[in-house]
């Protein structure tokens, strides 16, 4: 069975930090790419950042691009968001997501999210 679980969300003051985790299991976590996407009250599902499986450039958004990093630990199944100089806009739910394109189909596999509210 195939489980992503976040973790690390909570209530931030602007230009504060915090770390999300996602574990991962029910799947070869070190053949996907996992990336983490927020979504926002009243707006769509955004993008945050992606790694790939194996090594590889990372890729963000460029609303958050100098301020999140992604990365990765395969042996303990778990990609990590740290996020710094937070911003009320960063206030989101953020879901993790794992990803492979196979020969014949994509595999998606999404967590049920970590609420970020970044206020004073």
């Known amino acids: 069975q195939v489980q992503l679980v976040e973790s690390g969300g909570g209530l931030v003051q602007p230009g504060g930090s915090l770390r999300l985790s996602c574990a991962a299991s029910?799947?070869?976590?070190?053949?996907?790419?996992m990336s983490w996407y927020r979504q926002a009250p009243g707006k769509e599902r955004e993008l945050v950042a992606t790694?790939?499986?194996?090594?590889?450039?990372?890729n963000y958004a460029g609303s958050v691009q100098g301020r999140f990093t992604i990365s990765r630990a395969d042996a303990q199944n778990t990609v990590y968001l740290q996020m710094n100089s937070l911003k009320p806009e960063d206030t989101a739910v953020y879901y993790c997501n794992a990803m492979r394109a196979g020969w014949t189909r994509r595999y998606d596999y999404w967590g049920q999210g970590t609420q970020v509210t970044v206020s004073s």
């Open positions: 790694i790939p499986s194996r090594g590889g450039s990372t």
């Open positions: 029910g799947f070869t976590f070190s053949s996907y790419a």
